[in-house]
């Protein structure tokens, strides 16, 4: 299964990926300058938050337990059997936000005007997700969950032997994907 991890010593707060997220996504006419004008708004389905001035993508992990699934009360959540991504069924969702509340990662987002919530689904239809095509530093990265993991584990095997495992480090990066 891949997912897309963040290096978040790349990521620069540009929000490329957001603006292009919105207009692959969620506009109807797919076109950077025509979306801006569609109304309601598109809006993406990646998002660019700050903490301690650092800029921090969140999007959907698709948890391999994830909590949003149980919490969604019509089942418009649910996982591809294809491809093991959490996706949405918008037509299903009624806009209840249930799922908002239990996704660790803050992944789903509310969108009031259309009354539907809002999460990446990897942009099963397309090769690439769009987010990874356009990120001008590269800091998104569509990264295999099992190697990612066998990477964690021997880069948290070598810090506590280290006996500096919960030392920060400038470098890690989201989802704990470490180079
Ligand atoms: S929406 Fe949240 S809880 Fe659901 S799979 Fe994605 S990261 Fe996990
Ligand atoms: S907002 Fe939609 S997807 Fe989320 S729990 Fe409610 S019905 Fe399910």
Redesign the pocket.
Known sequence: MKVIGVHLDRCTGCKTCELYCATERGSNSKFLLRSVQEAPLPQARVRVEGCNQVPVTLQCRHCRQAP?LD????G??VRDPETQMVV?HEN?????????LFCPYGA?YPWPQRG??LKCDRCLYMENPICVDVCPTRALELVDVDEFEALLHGKRAKLIQEGTAFKKDGKMLLLDLVK
């Open positions: 949003c919490a969604c009360l019509t418009a959540l949405i299903r969702c009624i806009g209840c936000w249930t799922c908002t789903i539907i919530a």
